[in-house]
């Protein structure tokens, strides 16, 4: 039996804004329906939803079709950037949310977000804060940053937003920008410093929306992250104002490498010696941004190497 979903289209109120919600997805089919509902269970009165399969091979297109009233759109295989685009071509809202497959809104997130536009229709974003759940923990972290003035400079120091579907754009946004899509990751960013530079936006305190971080995110890729990240950033070079925002720039720069290579070096001590020999770019990358966190990854997989519960988890003793 199919959901149904209508725009309230009513005479009471056609004056309210429309909201685009554009919901991306490659092979997420699995979570989309909590997607979706995440959406239709909204207390604003007026929005759409339109989905972008982005070349699925699973049944997304009947997932997504479960649920009349839902605009569904297929592409071939592009990437997620083109498929935002996509999303924002299909769109006809006054206010625009992108919505990755695997994540969710949370309770009254539309009303927030378009409150703070309508009452401040100079902004050109708003965004609030999110929680963070791991697919093998029970419960959610809430992730919080107090933003008050000079957002842009510190977007360059770090993405504070950190989850785009915590963020409504005005549609006019759109006539100038959109997605660079020769970025596989780190497109949000780039998109959040290209407008913070130009127009004034807003962070508030309210939770917007959940980041479900599972094994398929792409996120889990950090070392991949890190040559996004710096020619991100490193597109900003050219307009930076005053020294502020060119140590905020600096700072970024290094912040994010630390961070990555860290996480990076963290995850190949947690598999077994030399793992990292399996990937030959991230052997690269780890060279160019951090040598010296490599060579200390290559020492501990020495130490484990030789280690007693490595040999005998690893080799059978057998008597000669």
Known sequence: MKKIFTDNMNEDNLTIPLISVIITTYNYAVFLPVAIESVLNQSYPRFEIIVIDDGSIDNTRCVSENFAGIKYFYQENKGVSAARNTGILKSSGTYVVFLDGDDWLEENALNVNAAELANNPQ????????????????????????????????????????????????????????????????????????????????????????????????SHNYLAMINSIYSVIKKQGPFLRNTSEVIAYNKGLNQWKEYHCLECYRMYT????????????DILIFLKYNPALFLKLLKADINKLFSVDFIKNNFTYRKI
């Open 123 to 218: 902004l050109a974003f708003v965004s609030g804060n999110y929680f963070f759940l791991r697919a093998e923990s029970a419960s959610a972290k809430a992730i919080t940053v107090k933003v008050t003035d000079n957002h842009y400079k510190k977007l360059l120091e770090c993405n504070y937003i950190g989850m785009l579907a915590a963020v409504m754009f005005q549609r006019w946004v759109f006539d100038e920008l959109r997605y660079d899509e020769c970025l596989k990751t780190c497109e949000d960013y780039d998109l959040y410093l290209n407008i913070a530079r130009k127009y004034p936006v807003y962070h508030h305190q309210k939770f917007i929306a959940t980041y479900n971080f599972h094994k398929k995110s792409l």
């Open 270 to 281: 947690s598999r077994k010696p030399f793992a990292v020999f399996k990937n030959r770019v």
